[in-house]
T-cell receptor
Framework: SQQGEEDPQALSIQEGENATMNCSYK?????LQWYRQNSGRGLVHLIL?????REKHSGRLRVTLDTSKKSSSLLITASRAADTASYFC???????????FGQGTRLTINP | DTEVTQTPKHLVMGMTNKKSLKCEQH?????MYWYKQKAKKPPELMFV???????INESVPSRFSPECPNSSLLNLHLHALQPEDSALYLC?????????????FGPGTRLTVT
């Protein structure tokens, strides 16, 4: 079964606007990770938030984690055309060497 | 060097062919991974190598055969594939063998089985 589910599945916004995508997961986690994938290419690690953290920033990225609700959100501020990509949350399965990805959000930034 | 390289970038093979995908990293990572990704889907884990030993096989058909010759190299040998095996194959690496660490991905090999 899927560990992470994301919404929305697709998001289209104007350049300069903020983009928010959400991720829900099912089991206890040590951390939650966000990755970006440009069309047909490899994934790039964006940010890792540990289970004892509630919020983390990296440049224009802001990630929150609510372990009581088993959910996380990724906010991209002041979006740019280059942010057009698919974004995946991923959670490690405890006790295993396995990273499970959510279904992803396809983000389109319109100029 | 924070790069994972994969060759070839594209591969077209018939169902009777034998081919290999290659992956290389020089970051000193001791865990390496193979993922399969279909269009508009998330990556699906296939295999995990930790310290050059196979630690996870996600019930992958035997027509896919992984190999880790040393700590920097990871191969995926392909034989008698089916058209439904057409996908993007991604290699990744991470520190040690813990999925808790971030993973570094290669650009992938786009495989088409005819």
């Amino acid at each position: 079964s899927q560990q992470g589910e994301e919404d929305p599945q697709a998001l289209s916004i104007q350049e300069g606007e903020n983009a928010t995508m959400n991720c829900s997961y099912k089991t206890s986690i040590n951390n939650l990770q966000w990755y970006r994938q440009n069309s047909g290419r490899g994934l790039v690690h964006l940010i890792l938030i540990r289970s004892n953290e509630r919020e983390k920033h990296s440049g224009r990225l802001r990630v929150t984690l609510d372990t009581s609700k088993k959910s996380s959100s990724l906010l991209i501020t002041a979006s740019r055309a280059a942010d057009t990509a698919s974004y995946f949350c991923a959670t490690p399965i405890q006790g295993a060497q396995k990273l499970v990805f959510g279904q992803g959000t396809r983000l389109t930034i319109n100029p | 060097d924070t790069e994972v390289t994969q060759t070839p970038k594209h591969l077209v093979m018939g169902m009777t062919n034998k081919k290999s995908l290659k992956c290389e990293q020089h970051m000193g990572h001791r865990a390496m991974y193979w993922y399969k990704q279909k269009a508009k889907k998330p990556p699906e884990l296939m295999f995990v190598y930790s310290y050059e030993k196979l630690s996870i096989n996600e019930s992958v058909p035997s027509r896919f055969s992984p190999e880790c010759p040393n700590s920097s190299l990871l191969n995926l040998h392909l034989h008698a594939l089916q058209p439904e095996d057409s996908a993007l194959y991604l290699c990744a690496s991470s520190h040690h063998g813990l999925a808790m660490n971030e993973q570094y991905f290669g650009p992938g090999t786009r495989l088409t089985v005819t």
